[in-house]
């Protein structure tokens, strides 16, 4: 009837639809996928094939699977046999990791799922092909590195915390084998006193919020002593933003701790002793000074001038050992890094500098520059760009004189560069300015200790100073390259 007609055509029209859907969606997958009858032979091949193995699927049809495995990891009866004894407990289908064959005859990384399914009353096997090559080249390469690094420990943890892999460095560094190791809590590594503190799973928190995070502290190895690391994990994540795990790198820093308390130590002791013997010298030296001061006034206007002479020659002299304490008392100072941070101004600051400090008549100072506000300790900052300019006013040879000023930001540096024209200091002498009692003035004030002062100083907050001059040519140019970021500065 025309009714059952009807029905039919709609039947068949929906049958075909829904084969169409298939097919579609068969040859849109990035993967291959191909139909295996239970021979091995292939009955059905989408269109990435072509992409992956330069075969035109039609190629493909009637061919055995085997001329798309290269015989490096087996052939396709091996992992039917491997499939079919899986399948006993699990119905999900096989997956394996093994090589393909293109029709060029190269090997490429693939990984190979199969599956089964009854199509039209028979058995047949689903085979899904995905080219890894690049993915296992990677994994090739981070496993040769990690594994070639000296003194690193590279290990890769997963969203918890565990191991995952284990590098020979690691290995050396902490005592235990990847058998030992991998599975288990990257807390492992830490103290007590850590565990209690939370700061394994607070570093992994700060690591999932800014993508990184750096570290130092005591960790233990598998034979209980500890060592002083410096540890960086970085966040790894999918495209689509999940997270895969995380990569901890950690280097033995044990060495450079002690050294780093040992110098500590040193500087006590030097600011120690300067500050004993400051006060043990400023004493016979003032009473010195008041004796100068009482025969003064006692000669009065009768003082015959030799002696007068000699007597300001000592009052000289006694200033000059008075300033050399205080300079030497400022050195052992200026190796301790301040703590204190505040928002600075690079204008305003050599600004403020210049508000204090005595300029000549007929100087001509310059400032210019951009550089942006950045925190950092102000006072050392502020008291190593005064000594640099106070310097070029003070060892100018001439009454006119010209400093140009200028402050910029260099990457991760805010550099302060102080130019002159004055006498200039000879090519030879460039690192020998920089050390105590050294010094190319015929200033009789100068001690020789302030660029010294200047570049432990500069040095002791993380930065350093150069030095630009010619020989045969005045002026002289000095810049400061101070940090802009402070967090790593140690203390000293």
Request: glycine share 6%; hydrophobic share 35%; with cysteine.
């Amino acid at each position: 009837s025309k009714l059952t007609e009807e029905k039919l055509h709609l039947a068949a029209q929906k049958e075909l639809d829904s084969t169409q859907q298939i097919k579609s969606l068969f040859n849109n997958v990035f993967d291959g996928l191909m139909v295996l009858d239970e021979q091995g032979l292939i009955e059905n091949a989408n269109q990435a094939v072509k992409q992956i193995f330069d075969y035109k699927p039609e190629a493909l049809i009637g061919q055995p699977f085997n001329i798309l495995l290269s015989n490096q990891k087996g052939r396709f009866d091996t992992y039917l046999a491997d499939y079919t004894a899986a399948t006993v407990t699990n119905s999900a289908g096989v997956s394996f990791e093994t090589t393909g064959l293109r029709r060029n005859g190269s090997i490429f990384g693939m990984d190979l799922v199969i599956n089964e399914a009854i199509m039209s009353g028979k058995r047949k096997f689903i085979c899904t092909a995905r080219d890894v090559s690049e993915r296992r080249y990677m994994e090739k390469l981070y496993r040769l590195m990690s594994e070639n690094i000296e003194g690193y420990a590279s290990i890769i943890l997963d969203p918890q915390g565990n191991i995952k892999t284990w590098n020979a460095g690691a290995e050396t560094l902490k005592g235990y084998t990847a058998e030992d190791i991998i599975g288990k809590s990257f807390k492992t590594f830490y103290t007590e006193e850590s565990i209690e503190k939370n700061t394994p799973d607070s570093l992994l928190a700060t690591c999932m919020k800014d993508g990184h995070v750096h570290d130092e502290g005591w960790r233990v190895r598998k034979d209980g002593s500890q060592f002083y690391a410096e540890v960086v994990i970085n966040k790894l994540q999918e495209d689509d933003g999940s997270l895969l795990g995380f990569v901890k790198v950690t280097r033995d820093m044990t060495a450079r701790k002690h050294l780093d308390n040992e110098l500590k130590q040193a500087y006590d002791n030097l600011e120690e002793f300067t500050s004993v013997a400051s006060h043990d010298l400023r004493s016979p030296l003032r009473g010195i000074a008041d004796l100068v001061d009482w025969i003064k006034e006692d000669l009065g206007d009768d003082i015959i001038a030799d002696v007068k002479k000699n007597l300001d020659r000592v009052e000289l002299r006694v200033k000059r050992m008075e300033t050399l304490i205080e300079d030497l008392l400022q050195y052992s100072r200026a190796g301790r890094a301040s703590a204190e941070v505040t928002l600075v101004s690079p204008i305003t600051l050599v600004n403020e500098v210049l508000e204090i400090q005595p300029v000549p008549a007929d100087f001509d100072i310059t400032v210019s520059g951009n550089a942006r506000a950045f925190q950092t300790p102000k006072t050392p900052l502020q008291t190593s760009v005064r000594n640099l300019i106070s310097n070029a006013i003070k060892h100018h040879d001439q009454a006119v004189g010209n400093i140009d000023i200028t402050v910029k930001t260099v990457g991760s540096y805010c550099v302060f560069t102080i130019a002159d024209d004055g006498p200039g200091i000879p090519t030879a002498a460039k690192d020998r300015v920089f050390k105590l009692f050294q010094t190319l003035s015929s200033n009789k004030e100068s001690s020789g200790i302030g660029l010294a002062v200047t570049k432990r100083m500069v040095e002791a907050h993380g930065g350093y100073i150069e030095l630009d001059t010619t020989d045969g040519k005045r002026g002289t140019t000095f810049q400061i390259w101070w940090p802009r970021f402070q967090t790593v500065v140690k203390q000293t």
